[in-house]
């Protein structure tokens, strides 16, 4: 069974920082982009981050830009969002997703069930 | 970088309707189009990849048809098992964006 699991979250003051993780299994691992979406407390979905099968190319949304660096570890099957500089609008429920890869188009077609953050003083 | 206009914002509908939901992108994005479907409480779960594909175990009800700027989300027959939010994203390119959401419910 294909799985995604986040963990990491929790509550950080304004200005600090947090390491999200995603475990899988399931599917060969270096085979699938991956990302990060969030989704702030009775708000919409945002993508975040995304990278490619090897960690060459990384991509951002414009407010996380310099503050936050996706990575992952293809031999231990894992995603990881370093997350610095917080700031409460990065308040939210953060999910890994998959990408499809039988098509020439990167829909998000496994996601993990999310880990919150919260930042708060 | 592309941006995505979805509408409705919210959308009301009785059990057996036809609902259609629009998305349209600020530039071409050929078929790079898909929608998701959010319960309450749950993470969201892909409905229809590359425009008009349907995911493998999403029922034949949903369907989407477009390509370029414009793309609709229609569900043929709604059943109160529908009531969540819609998204779509445009994953044509790199930063991705998604759609405001539609809050669809039942009357």
């Known amino acids: 069974e294909v799985q995604l699991v986040e963990s990491g979250g929790g509550l950080v003051k304004p200005g600090g920082s947090l390491r999200l993780s995603c475990a899988t299994s399931g599917f060969i691992f270096s085979n699938y982009k991956l990302n990060w979406v969030r989704q702030a407390p009775g708000k919409g979905l945002e993508w975040v981050a995304s990278?490619?099968?090897?960690?060459?190319?990384?991509y951002y949304v414009d407010s996380v830009k310099g503050r936050f660096t996706i990575s992952r570890d293809n031999g231990g099957n894992s995603l990881y969002l370093q997350m610095n500089s917080l700031r409460a609008e990065d308040t939210a429920v953060y999910y890994c997703?998959?990408?499809?890869?039988?098509?020439?188009?990167?829909?998000?077609?496994?996601w993990g069930r999310g880990t919150t953050v919260t930042i708060s003083s | 970088d592309i941006q995505v206009t979805q509408s409705p914002s919210s959308l009301s509908a009785s059990v057996g309707d036809r609902v259609t939901i629009t998305c349209r992108a600020s530039q071409g994005i050929s078929n790079g189009l898909s929608w998701y479907q959010q319960k309450l409480g749950q993470a969201p779960t892909l409905l229809i990849y590359a425009a008009s594909s349907l995911q493998s175990g999403v029922s034949s009800r949903f369907s989407g048809s477009g390509s370029g700027r414009d793309f609709t989300l229609t569900i043929s027959s709604l059943l109160p098992d529908d009531v969540a939010t819609y998204y779509c994203?445009?994953?044509?390119?790199?930063?991705?964006?998604f759609g405001q959401g539609t809050k669809l419910e039942i009357q």
């Open positions: 994203l445009q994953d044509y390119a790199a930063p991705y964006t």
């Open positions: 997703a998959r990408v499809k890869i039988e098509t020439d188009t990167d829909a998000f077609e496994i």
């Open positions: 990278i490619d099968h090897f960690g060459s190319e990384k």
